[in-house]
């Protein structure tokens, strides 16, 4: 907490450290099988195609933490 400039009172805000990444992945996860049960609805994509596509949407949603993840 300290090496990254944060005031001491957020210190137990997060039980193990893990818990806002822990919340993170059960999101992306989250959004990702909505988005692939709303293709598969669609009927577009199919198979191995809407796998690949729903990686992708979810990789998506990491991109914008990508530089800042380590804080």
Not at 3 to 13: C, D, F, K, V
Not at 40 to 60: C, Q
Request: charged content about 25%; hydrophobic content about 35%.
């Amino acid at each position: 907490i300290r090496a990254n400039n944060q005031p001491s009172t957020i210190e137990g805000l997060f039980g193990n450290g893990y818990d806002l990444v822990e919340y993170f992945m059960r999101d992306a996860n989250s959004q990702m099988s909505a988005y692939m049960k709303e293709q598969g609805k669609k009927g577009d994509i199919r198979g191995s195609r809407l796998l690949i596509e729903g990686l992708k949407y979810r990789l998506g949603l990491v991109i914008p933490y990508a530089n800042t993840w380590n804080e």
